[in-house]
């Protein structure tokens, strides 16, 4: 085991999939495959999903929430918990709802080949930005 040596940070750094854990009405877990994207600067993890996702309903209701990473062999995990904000969704595409979808975009994937197609999708899709500020990461390597 390389307990010493692994960061957790890191793996959810090159990580573009995981599970998203918030809460139910009724206190049980929701899980949710996600494409996170995690601005270690920042310290923030996004999440770009649909408006009607039980995930949004879910953190309307109670911001907290985990995210799960793994490698591809399944031997380091790391786990990041926090406090979600949901933006959008946005009407206008030149609204700040979409505006964050753009910003999120560029630092995650960099530049579109069409950014007013990718608007009018944000809108058409009724895509809303969620926004985990971690407060806590954790994780191991059990290889």
């Known amino acids: 085991m390389t307990a010493t040596s692994f960061n957790p940070r890191a793996l959810l750094v090159k990580s573009r999939l995981g599970v998203l854990a918030t809460i139910k009405a009724d206190g049980r877990p929701q899980l949710s495959p996600v494409q996170p994207f995690y601005d270690e600067n920042a310290g923030v993890i996004h999440v770009s999903t649909s408006a009607g996702a039980a995930k949004v309903a879910n953190l309307r209701r109670d911001p907290r929430a985990t995210l799960e990473v793994t490698s591809s062999d399944g031997m380091q995990w790391a786990t990041a918990e926090g406090m979600a904000t949901l933006t959008g969704p946005g ?10 979808l753009v910003d999120y975009f560029r630092v995650a994937a960099g530049e ?5 197609e990718y608007r009018a999708v944000m809108v058409s ?8 500020t971690v407060d806590h ?4 390597d059990i290889s």
């Open 125 to 132: 899709e009724r895509r809303v930005l969620i926004t985990m």
């Open 91 to 100: 009407t206008d595409p030149h609204g700040p709802e979409v505006e964050a």
């Open 137 to 140: 990461v954790y994780g191991a």
């Open 112 to 116: 579109h080949p069409d950014w007013e």
